[in-house]
Structures are given as C-alpha cells and as structure tokens.
C-alpha cells in the first residue's frame, strides 16, 4: 500500500483559508487521493477525493499536483467547527483490491477564534 | 436515514470475558471493515468483509473474531485472547471493495474498556 506524509499538526485562525498537505511520492497511477477528518470521540467523516484533476465541493476542495505525488486539502474559511484531525488516504481502484483505508498519524487542525 | 450504526457507543467489561460489538448498515453496501484507534494514533485495520459469508484478517487482527452472515451486519467479537482490548473501535463500510473512488461511511464508533 502506497503511503502518505502530513505534517502532525496546523494552526489557523477562524475565517482564514486553510492549506493542508500531503505528500505521496509512491502513489501508482490507480490510486485515488481521499482526506477524511476525525472530530473528537467521533468517527471519522470522508471530505472530499480525487484522481489527478482539482476537485471541489461543499466542504473544501482538493488540488493535485501535475504529478501526482503531492495534493493540498483546502478549507476556504476555517470556523471553529473544523478543528479535527485531517487524514489524507490513497484508495486503489483495481477491483482485485480489497477497499480498506489505510490511515497514517493525519494532521490535527487547531483553528484560533 | 440511511446510515451506519454502531453500538453500544460505550463498553465496559471484566478481563477474560469476550465482548462482542455490533455494527449494522443500511447502505446496501457489500464491504465493511473494522477498525481499532488507541489514543493519539490512527486507525488500524482489524478485519474486512468484501461480501456476506467472507472476510479477511486486516493488521491486528489476533485476539479477533468477526462474521457476515448478513450483508446489513459485521459483528466483532473482542476476545479474551486480545492482549490490550482497550480501545476506541470504528466500523466503516463502501459500496464495494474494489472501488477507489467511492467514500467509506464510518459509524460513531464504539469505547470498549476492560477493566
């Protein structure tokens, strides 16, 4: 399984964009780049995924680098409420594969009032 | 609403005695999976299920036990060979394995604590 690397931990302030990376230098060209994020005590919540083109919905959007080994989750105005820990998984597409996500250490979040 | 649903949300339990968690969906989704969280970490994988009547050990999966007798349900039983079954337990499901570009829908996990 490909593997990712995130900085352990970013600071906003509230109503200020967020940029949040994650490196994938050995991802294979039928992984899927997914974040999901993990409010305390809950499980955790799928943001957004995306292939190899930026991609946008309500909740942030994803921008993927030319090649693939980098993508930035973007929250566009933090509020408090998404203070969470931010995990960014690669997915492989092949149907010989079995669909589980492998979660590294993710990047806590910490957005000030 | 469709959804995932775990329970009890918190678990108490003697040592040695096996525990066993439910996890239901109604998603009509074929693969569900177990995860285990220990404070500050991420999650690992304990078990999975791609469709009913098969499934797979994940990472940790000793000290384990699961079932898929239905495509709605992938109960986990936590027994009393588990070293250190303490732990937040997370079950999560997707419309098909082999499918990198659906999400997985996680419940709100369950709190065992042995004591």
């Known amino acids: 399984d490909a593997k990712t690397t995130q900085p352990n931990s970013m600071e906003s302030n509230e109503e200020e964009p967020v940029h949040l990376p994650c490196n994938h230098s050995t991802i294979s060209g039928t992984d899927y780049i997914h974040w999901y994020r993990q409010l305390p005590s809950q499980g955790p919540e799928y943001v957004i995924h995306g292939l190899t083109s930026n991609v946008n919905n309500r909740m942030a959007s994803l921008a993927i680098a030319e090649d693939r080994k980098s993508s930035t989750l973007i929250l566009h105005r933090a509020t408090l409420r998404d203070a969470a820990v931010y995990y960014c998984?690669?997915?492989?597409?092949?149907?010989?594969?079995?669909?589980?996500?492998?979660f590294g250490q993710g990047t806590t979040l910490q957005v000030k009032p | 609403d469709g959804g995932i649903t775990q329970s009890p949300k918190y678990l108490f339990r003697k040592e040695g005695q096996n525990v066993t968690l439910s996890c239901e969906q109604n998603l009509n989704h074929d693969a569900m999976y177990w995860y285990r969280q220990d404070p500050g970490q991420g999650l690992r994988l304990i078990y999975y299920?791609?469709?009913?009547?098969?499934?797979q050990k994940g990472d940790i999966a000793e000290g384990y036990s699961v079932s898929r007798e239905k495509k709605e349900s992938f109960p986990l039983t936590v027994t009393s060979a588990q070293k250190n079954p303490t732990a937040f337990y997370l079950c999560?499901?997707?419309?098909?394995?082999?499918?990198?570009?659906?999400?997985?829908?996680f419940g709100q996990g369950t709190r065992l604590t042995v004591v």
């Open positions: 998984i690669l997915r492989d597409v092949r149907s010989s594969n079995t669909g589980k996500l492998i």
């Open positions: 299920s791609q469709i009913v009547n098969d499934f």
């Open positions: 999560a499901s997707s419309i098909s394995a082999g499918q990198g570009n659906t999400e997985a829908f």
